[in-house]
């Protein structure tokens, strides 16, 4: 079990470039959710998958946001048209639903990938 | 909508002075009420786990306790390595599957 990775840690972009993150999560599980945090603020939910279904996107996810997870694996988050205000460091995380969803299920971080638009 | 508080902000404790940091919560329907530890530049790393009121779990220094409205994470003895910005989040039965954060307390040891 080597944990929840994300690629690139860190990326600096120019305003208007499109981007994109690779998130690998912890084998076999099921759940893999993107976040948002920016400086003194907590994560902020994006969007989840349950295998290869994107189940729920939040309002904070706009149509510059696109994520995907083929075959219910990896998934890679893009932002098209960076804006300044996208600088942040994104998160990836996994669990795994067993079960009826009737507890809390423990979701596992990644390192989180940087992002800064110049 | 789902929302927590995390008080206080910042604390700073002498080496072996032991405090509390709070959580306060609403939820619509309680799943679980989750602790995390984050170290600059990092990752959450998750710590607790809580499901109902009255629940308390303990993990070397750290102990997390549960009521209807609210969490503490106490904290005993603490260590220079415990310093960390401790968050607290929630999960739901009504709206996004995904968890709900607070802003995070600030803890610095000082030897």
């Known amino acids: 079990d080597t944990g929840v990775s994300q690629d690139p840690r860190h990326k600096i972009t120019k305003r208007g470039q499109n981007v994109t993150f690779r998130c690998d999560p912890i084998?076999?599980?099921?759940?893999l959710y993107w976040y948002r945090q920016t400086l003194g603020q907590g994560p902020e939910f994006l969007t989840y998958f349950q295998n290869e279904a994107q189940l729920e996107k939040s309002r904070l996810l706009s149509d510059r946001f696109s994520a995907e997870r083929p075959k219910g694996s990896f998934s890679t988050l893009e932002i098209q048209r960076t804006e300044q205000g996208d600088s942040a460091m994104y998160l990836c995380a996994s669990s795994l639903l067993q079960g009826q969803d009737i507890f809390g299920n423990t979701i596992y971080f990644g390192e989180g990938s940087w992002l800064t638009v110049v | 909508e789902d929302q927590v508080t995390q008080s206080p902000e910042a604390l700073r404790l002498q080496e072996g002075e032991s405090s509390s940091l709070n959580c306060s919560y609403t939820v619509s329907g309680l799943r679980g009420l989750f602790w995390y530890r984050q170290d600059p530049g990092k990752g959450p790393e998750f710590l607790f786990t809580?499901?109902?009121a009255g629940e308390e779990k303990e993990k070397e220094r750290l102990k997390a306790t549960l009521t209807k409205k609210e969490s503490f994470l106490h904290i005993t003895a603490p260590k220079p390595e415990d310093s960390a910005t401790y968050l607290c989040a929630v999960q739901g039965r009504g709206g996004a599957d995904g968890l709900t954060f607070g802003k995070g307390t600030h803890l610095i040891i000082q030897p």
């Open positions: 809580l499901y109902s």
């Open positions: 084998s076999e599980h099921n759940r």
